[in-house]
């Protein structure tokens, strides 16, 4: 099993910054890759960016340029920075592990919202 543990979300206007964190705890060692996942109000949760074990990272269209998603292996910690933030960025934000036999583990979400 995998304790996923999200911290960092909060209130900020349109062109600020918010740094997301996602502490993981358990059976780290069975985790491949991990990501942050965002699901606005009447919207399909949408992947925003992974990072595998290598460091490979991928974003979404709507994240590149702005986000940066980052790990702390020593502190089992994964980031996510979010800059120049608009308000349909507004959403809750998930972090998620993928680990061996396709098992995949979620954090109770952190709310993001974006004023304009």
């Known amino acids: 099993q995998v304790q996923l543990v999200e911290s960092g979300g909060g209130l900020v206007q349109a062109g600020g910054s918010l740094r997301l964190s996602c502490a993981a705890s358990?059976?780290?060692?069975?985790?491949?890759?991990m990501g942050w996942y965002r699901q606005a109000p009447g919207k399909q949760r949408e992947l925003v960016a992974r990072?595998?074990?290598?460091?490979?990272?991928m974003y979404a269209d709507s994240a590149k340029g702005r986000f940066t998603i980052s790990r702390d292996n020593a502190k089992n910690t994964v980031y996510l920075q979010m800059n120049s933030l608009k308000p349909e960025d507004t959403a809750v934000y998930y972090c998620?592990?993928?680990?061996?036999?396709?098992?995949?583990?979620w954090g109770q979400g952190t709310q993001v919202t974006v004023s304009s």
């Open positions: 358990g059976s780290i060692f069975n985790i491949l890759a």
């Open positions: 998620s592990a993928l680990a061996i036999r396709a098992r995949d583990y």
């Open positions: 990072i595998t074990n290598g460091g490979i990272t």
